[in-house]
DNA sequence: GGTTTTCTCAACCGAATGGTTGAATACAGG
DNA sequence: CCTGTATTCAACCATTCGGTTGAGAAAACC
């Protein structure tokens, strides 16, 4: 339903229902009803999760006869993880050259916007005129 | 509004226009018009935005004059990736665990009484000897 | 003081979300 | 075959969400 991939995963976890599942499929697998039952919402419901769950790539759902075993797939959490640490590193790498930079300069500020280059994906050109 | 901060940060990258916004804060920061430029939304729309974005922590706005430039706060992201990796290593030692037990026993404990029941998606060897 | 710029608030709209109940499907077993 | 169990599908409902337009609010500039 949701576009990207990423969407997707952080919108699934974005749930504290959905969370305390994977905490708990972390444990192990389970089935449909397993997972359902401390909750006090319908199974129906559970199951609309896990199908978010899945669709994101965060559960895997195999047949084993009627019940449905529901399995953690952690690998998409890499997705996230490598997203959020690019921008956390990239503000905190900023955060440091702008330490520097105050701390190079006692006056005399207001002159020199920094000297970085034109960053990747950037699509947006500030044409200040 | 009031959901538990897991939950609003998770919320408030589901989005990818808010995660556009994240990516170009970490470079600098920029006032609502300058962030709302690239888009083909109203300046409206970019300032909800913001505000999701504030409510989670994930940026501050400091009154500077009639403008409000816009700062990322980098802090939030540890939230999710303590929770991330807290139950992606679980998974995975779980993982290891299953392994090693699996390792240790030849014989497979589930044996089928009845024949295969020609689903796919079977993931479990039955190394029919 | 009046105007312009920047930004937010309020009301509204359509689509998505999270929940419900009720019916359907699929399989195990008497 | 019939029944019970596990799960999903379908329809519905209330709330939230992302977007709009239109009207303020606050500061800078004339």
């Known amino acids: 339903?949701?576009?990207?991939?990423?969407?997707?995963?952080?919108?699934?976890?974005?749930?504290?229902?959905?969370?305390?599942?994977?905490?708990?499929?972390?444990?192990?697998?389970?089935?449909?009803?397993?997972?359902?039952?401390?909750y006090d919402v319908t199974v129906q419901a559970v199951s609309k999760h896990l199908k978010v769950l899945a669709d994101a790539g965060l559960v895997s759902r195999t047949r084993e006869a009627q019940r449905r075993p529901v399995h953690l797939e952690a690998e998409?959490?890499?997705?996230?993880?490598?997203?959020?640490?690019?921008?956390?590193?990239?503000a905190e790498e900023?955060?440091?050259?702008?330490?520097?930079?105050?701390?190079?300069?006692?006056?005399?500020?207001?002159?020199?916007?920094s000297p970085q280059p034109a960053q990747t994906g950037e699509r947006h050109e500030h044409h200040h005129a």
Do not use: C, H
């Open 76 to 90: 998409v959490f890499d997705l996230m993880t490598k997203w959020i640490e690019r921008y956390r590193r990239q």
């Open 1 to 38: 339903m949701a576009a990207d991939p990423l969407s997707r995963v952080f919108s699934a976890l974005a749930d504290p229902t959905r969370r305390d599942m994977v905490a708990r499929l972390a444990v192990g697998d389970a089935t449909v009803n397993e997972l359902a039952e401390p």
């Open 94 to 113: 900023r955060y440091r050259r702008l330490d520097d930079l105050l701390r190079s300069m006692p006056n005399d500020i207001t002159s020199t916007p």
